[in-house]
């Protein structure tokens, strides 16, 4: 499983777009690459998931360059509400003896000030 | 169309005690996952359920172990507790693919259990 790296925390303020990148030089041709938003004492939510290229969707984008060996989160015009850990994983979902479970590293804390 | 669901929301037990947490997947899903999540660290993967069977484990004692019903819903059962099992315990379901592709494991809220 690819290990990932990103920075331990991030502070913004309101309105600012963010990025948070994550490094993951070992991926492996099959795996994908997912962000998950957890706020404290919840579950992880789904943000976005991407294979290469660029992914948007109502919440977030995802930008991955050719060689897939890292991604940016990009998160348009942050509020407070946005403050929040995020994890970048990657994996591929189908390898039967991975069984798709998911392996997270520390997360960046995100700080949104107004 | 009801997410994740878990129960208790809270639980306090004393060392040595046993407990047992359970979950509801998302309409539709067929695999459940444990997670453990300590204060200030990413989830931790326990096992995974599918089809009633453990089908991956990961880096835990037999003190922990599971069960998934027919219905797919699950249990996580912890015997012998220790004051290092104090955690979030989160569950997560997904759709076991069929074919390489996207997966999304989707979490509930978690049951945050003290061990005094």
């Known amino acids: 499983l690819a290990k990932t790296t990103q920075p331990i925390s991030m502070d913004s303020y309101e309105g600012q777009e963010v990025n948070i990148t994550c490094s993951h030089n070992n991926i492996a041709t099959n795996d994908y690459i997912t962000w998950y938003q957890q706020f404290p004492s919840q579950g992880p939510r789904f943000i976005i998931q991407g294979y290469k290229t660029k992914v948007t969707n109502e919440v977030a984008s995802l930008f991955i360059p050719a060689d897939r060996k890292s991604s940016t989160l990009s998160l348009p015009r942050v509020s407070l509400s946005d403050t929040a850990v995020y994890y970048c994983?990657?994996?591929?979902?189908?390898?039967?003896?991975?069984?798709?479970?998911?392996?997270f590293g520390q997360g960046t804390e995100l700080s949104v000030k107004p | 169309d009801a997410g994740v669901t878990q129960s208790p929301t809270h639980l306090i037990k004393t060392r040595g005690q046993q407990v047992t947490l359970r979950c509801s997947p998302k309409s539709g899903h067929d695999t459940v996952s444990w997670y453990q999540q300590a204060l200030g660290q990413g989830p931790q993967f326990i096992f995974q359920?599918?089809?009633?069977?453990?089908?991956q484990r990961g880096n835990f004692p037999d003190r922990f172990s599971g069960h998934q019903f027919p219905n797919y819903s699950s249990e996580l059962n912890v015997n012998a507790l220790l004051l290092g099992d104090s955690a979030l315990y989160l569950c997560a379901s997904s759709l076991a693919p069929r074919a390489s592709g996207e997966e999304t494991q989707y979490f509930g809220p978690g049951t945050r259990l003290l061990v005094l």
């Open positions: 359920y599918y089809e009633e069977e453990e089908r």
């Open positions: 994983l990657v994996g591929d979902p189908f390898v039967y003896n991975q069984g798709g479970k998911l392996i």
